[in-house]
T-cell receptor
Framework: DTAVSQTPKYLVTQMGNDKSIKCEQN?????MYWYKQDSKKFLKIMFS???????INETVPNRFSPKSPDKAHLNLHINSLELGDSAVYFC?????????????FGPGTRLTVT | QQQVKQSPQSLIVQKGGISIINCAYE??????FPWYQQFPGKGPALLIA?????SEKKEGRFTISFNKSAKQFSLHIMDSQPGDSATYFC?????????????FGQGTTLQVKP
């Protein structure tokens, strides 16, 4: 039973393209997150949603747009991809905002922009 | 501004030895300090967490030591095993806030030699 799933696992695309990453959690959690992990393995929060409401929007370019159709899904759409967007993107969820210390991460999506 | 500083960046330990990873934080409003373990190609997974009103927490071979006055905490892995080889992240969160933001340290890559 997969708790937090992401698709696709690998994404190779050219500069200027638009791509989406999908995330689903079956834990019944209220809060979902997107993280970017760079080549040095540094994990940085990008967005968080609580009950489909945007809570955190870090200094992320407008080319990145999250969408939460329901509490179990948080998708990430990226427009006009750039070389610097190459990274591993992780989706995560927690029961709520108060339990954000306990997050369940998906397997990650490795995005390579050429 | 990096609010959670982690050291060392990498660590090599012999099997059976003790692995020690240190973290320091700045914001005294943090109220949960988790450690995450990440294996290559996988998402981070919660290992152990501590609140600042507790000086030590032990789960199996993993122990968190917390020094509130020094604003430091550390992870000790006793009897380190090759299977412990992974990247470890300390983190800090403020569950009482309405953002649920989890701030990660830079990560420590641990290699346990047989």
């Amino acid at each position: 039973d997969t708790a937090v799933s992401q698709t696709p696992k690998y994404l190779v695309t050219q500069m200027g393209n638009d791509k989406s990453i999908k995330c689903e959690q079956n834990l019944g959690h209220d809060t979902m997150y997107w993280y970017k992990q760079d080549s040095k393995k540094f994990l940085k929060i990008m967005f968080s949603y609580n009950n489909k409401e945007l809570i955190i929007n870090e200094t992320v370019p407008n080319r990145f747009s999250p969408k939460s159709p329901d509490k179990a899904h948080l998708n990430l759409h990226i427009n006009s991809l750039e070389l610097g967007d190459s990274a591993v993107y992780f989706c995560a969820s927690s029961q709520g905002l108060a339990t954000s210390y306990e997050q369940y991460f998906g397997p990650g999506t490795r995005l390579t922009v050429t | 501004q990096q609010q959670v500083k982690q050291s060392p960046q990498s660590l090599i330990v012999q099997k059976g030895g003790i692995s020690i990873i240190n973290c320091a934080y700045e914001n005294t409003a943090f109220d949960y300090f988790p450690w995450y373990q990440q294996f290559p190609g996988k998402g981070p997974a919660l290992l152990i967490a501590i609140r600042p009103d507790v000086s030590e927490k032990k789960e199996g071979r993993f122990t968190i030591s917390f020094n509130k006055s020094a604003k430091q905490f550390s992870l000790h892995i006793m009897d380190s095993q090759p299977g412990d080889s992974a990247t470890y992240f300390c983190a800090a969160s403020r569950g009482s806030s309405n953002t649920g933001k989890l701030i990660f340290g830079q990560g420590t890559t641990l290699q346990v030699k047989p």
